[in-house]
């Protein structure tokens, strides 16, 4: 019944405007699409509550936003390493991937692991899955040492030649978070590695640090 509930109160935000026009933002699905803008997922989520074997019974079935859900629905002390692996490897769109790395994945104890197991993974949303949720524990783990993110910035390095279009977006991003935290050490090593990319002979490579640089510029104008 709470499977039918929570589907239920989705349909009930559904929005015409937004299943048209999600084909413009290249998130295209291969199951039911019912037009949800995330303020509404996110209100449903919040509704719900924590619910670990809903959340699983949400991605079942395959509804594009009932996956969104069950980011915010899911346990994170209730999730393991298998089930993220395996969601990983259902996402089919960049919104899945980063909606579950930035709401769910990275709030696991076995977020850092994940990421290195994923760095260099032959699918696609897979791959860029270890460098959103790298992107999202540098924005949300302000407590975080800097160990972590400077012992993964050769992952970023390694992939920033896949020019797969959401890899490499994924892995800039990655770069630009880590560039953003507050600590001296990781600022500087993130711009060294950007200034370092963006005079590469490889466009993709180039793509990416010149992608950091422009953050990092805008960043320091703000300051």
């Known amino acids: 019944m709470r499977l039918a509930e929570a ?27 019912i037009g949800v803008p995330m303020a509404g997922i996110q209100m449903v989520g919040k509704q719900l509550g924590r619910d670990h074997d809903l959340a699983a019974a949400l991605w079942k079935t395959g509804i594009y936003e009932a996956r969104l859900l069950a980011a915010y629905v899911d346990d994170p002390k209730m999730v393991t390493p298998e089930q993220m692996d395996r969601q990983a490897r259902d996402f089919d769109n960049w919104a899945t991937c980063d909606t579950l790395c930035f709401a769910l994945f990275d709030r696991t104890e076995h977020a850092f692991a994940m990421v290195d197991r994923w760095a260099d993974d032959p699918e696609e949303f897979v791959k860029r899955s270890a460098f959103a949720l790298l992107a999202g524990l540098a924005l ?23 020019g797969r279009n959401f890899v490499r977006k994924g892995v800039s991003w990655a770069l630009r978070s880590i560039g953003g935290r507050k600590s001296a050490p990781l600022r500087a090593a993130a711009r060294e590695m950007a200034d370092r990319l963006a005079v590469s002979s490889d466009k993709t490579v180039r793509w990416v640090g010149r992608d950091a640089q422009k953050a990092f510029a805008k960043a320091d104008l703000r300051a």
Do not use: M
């Open 140 to 162: 949300h783990r302000k407590k975080e040492a800097d160990e972590p993110f400077l012992s993964r910035l050769h992952l970023i390095e390694a992939a920033a030649i896949d």
């Open 7 to 33: 589907i239920a109160a989705l349909e009930e935000k559904a929005e015409t405007r937004i299943s048209d026009g999600l084909s413009r933002y290249g998130i295209v699905t291969a199951d039911r699409v």
